[in-house]
């Protein structure tokens, strides 16, 4: 069967078994490294993605699902090989560690922060629920993810 998608704005096709999950198919048919495998039950949020634009749990998600759908991965998030304003500000705050959850807490924040320009840091914890890090303690990746609210601020009325 074939699955039909885009992925990072670019028509993908897909000959695999239907409940073969969307990581696997990213990752081994599309060589799209960046959404990583770590826990594989859904639980740790490495391997988010944006499907039509909501973050989703790759490892669970069978590719079938996804068929006419949008697909982002790390790899989408940037133009022009530039960083996206939270890649930036993640940088800037020397959050990123080992980077094995970094993919799923840029895409999970972005999707956020689109959604909620000004939030607080309660609300920056609350959303990244889904998202471990073994390695930073999370008090920079909050910090970074409210410079970005704090840029949105100061360029809105």
Not at 21 to 46: M, Q, S, W, Y
Not at 75 to 102: P, T, Y
Not at 134 to 146: D, N
């Amino acid at each position: 069967m074939a699955i039909d998608m885009a992925v990072n704005g670019e028509a993908r096709r897909s000959a695999c078994d239907p409940l073969t999950p969307l990581i696997n198919v990213l990752r081994d048919e599309f060589h799209l490294t960046g959404a990583k495998p770590v826990c594989r039950e859904g639980f740790c949020g490495a391997c988010t993605v944006l499907v039509d634009g909501a973050p989703t749990a790759s490892c669970l998600t069978p590719v079938a699902l996804v068929e006419g759908c949008d697909v982002v991965t790390i790899e989408g998030v940037s133009a022009g090989g530039r960083l996206n304003e939270v890649q930036a500000k993640l940088e800037q705050h020397d959050a990123v560690q080992c980077g094995m959850c970094f993919p799923g807490m840029v895409l999970t924040l972005t999707h956020f922060l689109e959604r909620m320009p000004r939030p607080s840091r309660e609300d920056v914890r609350a959303a990244l629920t889904g998202n471990i890090c073994r390695c930073t303690g999370y008090e920079r990746i909050v910090e970074a993810a409210l410079a970005v609210a704090g840029a949105h601020a100061e360029i809105r009325p």
